[in-house]
C-alpha cells in the first residue's frame, strides 16, 4: 500500500565540543589528564569531546590505544580532528573537520583548591558557564563572498548567514548557509540553505545542474527536480513543508 | 634556477605520463635542460614510456633515504643529451616518501636543470600530494569525459590549497592539458566538448591531444612521441602546448575540425 511517506528532513546544526590535543608521548599526556581528572571527578563526564591529532606522527595502533586508554577514563571520543586518511577506519571515531575555535578553556587554572565535592561541583558549574559565554553565537545576518570557484571536495561552511559565491560549485562540492545562497555561476554541487532553522532563506544560481538543495532541512534531489529547470536560472524557496522553484526571468 | 612542473589528474589512465615524457622530450630538444621525475613509486611507468627501463640503477628512494647520490640516480637520454630521467622505486611504496626527502631532491635539482617535471601518481594521496608540493607550475591532464573532469576539479581545489605555493598565499600557475581528445566521437555527442570541460575547470588551456595509435606505438616502443615522430598530429600538439608553456600567445585549434569539415564534404559527395 503506497502512502505519501513523511519527508525526512536534514538540517545542519553546530554544537560546541572540547577539543584535546594530546601530545606525546601520550603516556606523559595521559599521566597529566588523570592528574586532572583526580582534581576534578567527572570532568569529562557526558561532555563530547573531539581528538584534535593533527601534526601528530602516529601510526593507527597507537591512536587505537589511546582512543581505548580515554574510553576507560570515560572520556567518550566523539570525532577526530586533522586525522590522516591512513588513520581512520569504520573502528575508529569519526572524522570532523570545519571546526571553528573558541576562546581556550584550561581547566587546570580555574582548579586550584582541594575541597573535594563542593569544588568539583563549583567547577563543573564554572565550566560549563565557561563554554557557553565561549560558544559562538549565531546570527543570521553576516555574508560571506566567495571569488573563486568551489572545487569538487571543497565545502564552504557558513552558518552565520548568507553565502554568495562568484563562479561555479562543482560537482561534489557543497555549500552550506545558514543565510540564502547566490551563485553567479553553474550551481553542480549541493547547497545547503537557511540550516540554523532559518525557513525564509533561498537558493538563487545562474545555471541549475545541481546535485541537491536544502533549505532548513527539506531537500529536493536531482531527480525530484523539473527537467525543465535544468540550465536555467533558478531560484529555490520553502513554502510550507515544500520546496518551490521559479525560473528567474 | 629552474621551474618545477607538476603533471597530475586525479585519475589514473588519462595520459600523465605518456604527457609527462612528451613535454620532457619536446622541451629538452629546444636545448633546454630537463628532469622528468616518477613519482609513482611501486607502479612505475615512466622508464618503460622513455625507454630507460633496462638502465635503472638507483631510485628517487634511493636518492631520499640516502642510499645514493642524485647524480648517480639520474638517467641520461640516449636520444637527446639535455633530457634526464629519475626513476621511481617499484619495489617500494609511498610511505617511503618523505617530505623532507622530497623537497631536498626537488631544491637540488632546480639548481641543475631548467624544467624539472614531475610525474605524480593517481589519486590524492601521499604521492600525488607530494608531487605537487614544491610546484611552480601545474600541468592538469583531464580526459574529455565526467568523472575525469571532476576528478581534475578535485586536483585543482588540492592545487589550490595543499602546495607550499598556496601555503605561502601565492597563486600556483595552472594548465588544462585535455588529452585523448577523438573528433569523430566528439562529433557524434559521446565526449564532453571542450568549451564544457573549460567553463566547469575555468583554468586557461594549454593543449588538445588528439586519441591517436601513435601515442600507444611511441609507448611500446620506449620513446616520448615528441621523438617517435616529430610530424604526428600528437606530437605536434605537445609541441604547441610547450610553445605556450614557455609562454608564446599560439591560439589553440580543436582537432578534427578540418577534418570534420572534409568529412561533411565527402559525405555529400558519398551521398
Redesign the interface.
Given at each position: 500500500m503506497l502512502t505519501k511517506p513523511r519527508p525526512i528532513r536534514l538540517k545542519g546544526r553546530s554544537f560546541l565540543a572540547l577539543s584535546l590535543a594530546p601530545e606525546l608521548p601520550f603516556e606523559d599526556w595521559l599521566a597529566g589528564l588523570d592528574d586532572l581528572a583526580a582534581r576534578s571527578a567527572g570532568f569529562f563526564l557526558r561532555r563530547p569531546v573531539v581528538l584534535d591529532i593533527s601534526g601528530l606522527d602516529i601510526k593507527k595502533a597507537e591512536l587505537r590505544t589511546l582512543v581505548d586508554e580515554l574510553s576507560q577514563r570515560n572520556v567518550r571520543v566523539m570525532g577526530l580532528e586533522g586525522a590522516r586518511?591512513s588513520l581512520l577506519g569504520p573502528d575508529m571515531p569519526p572524522a570532523m573537520n570545519d571546526g571553528r575555535p573558541a576562546s581556550d578553556f584550561d581547566p587546570s587554572a580555574e582548579d586550584e583548591s582541594d575541597e573535594a565535592n563542593e569544588s568539583v561541583a563549583a567547577q563543573d558549574a564554572l565550566a560549563v558557564e565557561t563554554i557557553e559565554a565561549a560558544g559562538p553565537s549565531v546570527q543570521v545576518t553576516g555574508s560571506l563572498v566567495v571569488t573563486?570557484?568551489v572545487?569538487?571536495?571543497?565545502s564552504v561552511f557558513f552558518p552565520e548567514g548568507d553565502v554568495t559565491i562568484i563562479?561555479?560549485v562543482?560537482?561534489?562540492a557543497e555549500i552550506v548557509a545558514g543565510g540564502s545562497i547566490h551563485v553567479y555561476g553553474?550551481l553542480?554541487g549541493r547547497a545547503l540553505a537557511g540550516t540554523t532553522g532559518n525557513g525564509s532563506a533561498r537558493i538563487f544560481c545562474r545555471k541549475l545542474e545541481a546535485e541537491m538543495m536544502a533549505i532548513d532541512g527539506f531537500y529536493l534531489t536531482a531527480e525530484d527536480m523539473e527537467p525543465d529547470l535544468r540550465g536555467r536560472a533558478v531560484q529555490v524557496w520553502l513554502e510550507g513543508h515544500a520546496l518551490k522553484t521559479g525560473i528567474l526571468s | 634556477m629552474g621551474k618545477v612542473i607538476v603533471v597530475t589528474s586525479g585519475k589514473g589512465g588519462v595520459g600523465k605520463t605518456t604527457s609527462s615524457a612528451a613535454l620532457g622530450a619536446a622541451l629538452a630538444q629546444n636545448g633546454d635542460k630537463v628532469v622528468v621525475v616518477d613519482f609513482d613509486v611501486g607502479l612505475r611507468n615512466l622508464d618503460l614510456v622513455m625507454g630507460a627501463e633496462r638502465r635503472v640503477v638507483y631510485d628517487l628512494v634511493n636518492v631520499i633515504q640516502g642510499e645514493a647520490k642524485l647524480t648517480q640516480a639520474l638517467i641520461r637520454d640516449k636520444r637527446v643529451e639535455t633530457l634526464y630521467l629519475l626513476p621511481a622505486s617499484q619495489t617500494r611504496d609511498k610511505d617511503n616518501l618523505t617530505p623532507e626527502g622530497v623537497e631536498k631532491v626537488v631544491a637540488s635539482l632546480k639548481k641543475a636543470f631548467d624544467w624539472v617535471i614531475c610525474d605524480s601518481p593517481a589519486g590524492i594521496e601521499r604521492g600525488a600530494t607530494l608531487a605537487m608540493r614544491h610546484a611552480d607550475i601545474a600541468i592538469v591532464v583531464t580526459n574529455p569525459e565526467v568523472s575525469s573532469v571532476r576528478d581534475s576539479d578535485r586536483i585543482i581545489g588540492l592545487l589550490d590549497s595543499k602546495t607550499l605555493k598556496a601555503e605561502n598565499g601565492e597563486r600556483m600557475e595552472k594548465h588544462l592539458l585535455l588529452t585523448r581528445y577523438d573528433s569523430t566521437r566528439a562529433e557524434r555527442g559521446d565526449m564532453l566538448k571542450v568549451d564544457d570541460v573549460l567553463e566547469i575547470l575555468s583554468i586557461p588551456l594549454l593543449g588538445i591531444i588528439p586519441e591517436s595509435m601513435d601515442v600507444l606505438r611511441a609507448s611500446n616502443l620506449g620513446s616520448p612521441v615528441t621523438l617517435a615522430d616529430e610530424n604526428s598530429a600528437p606530437s605536434r600538439a605537445y609541441f604547441d602546448a610547450v610553445r605556450r608553456l614557455r609562454g608564446e600567445a599560439l591560439p589553440v585549434t580543436v582537432p578534427g575540425e578540418r577534418r570534420s569539415f572534409f568529412g561533411k564534404l565527402f559525405g555529400r559527395k558519398a551521398a
Open positions: 586518511h573563486e570557484p572545487r569538487s571536495g571543497q563562479g561555479s562543482a560537482s561534489g553553474t553542480r | -
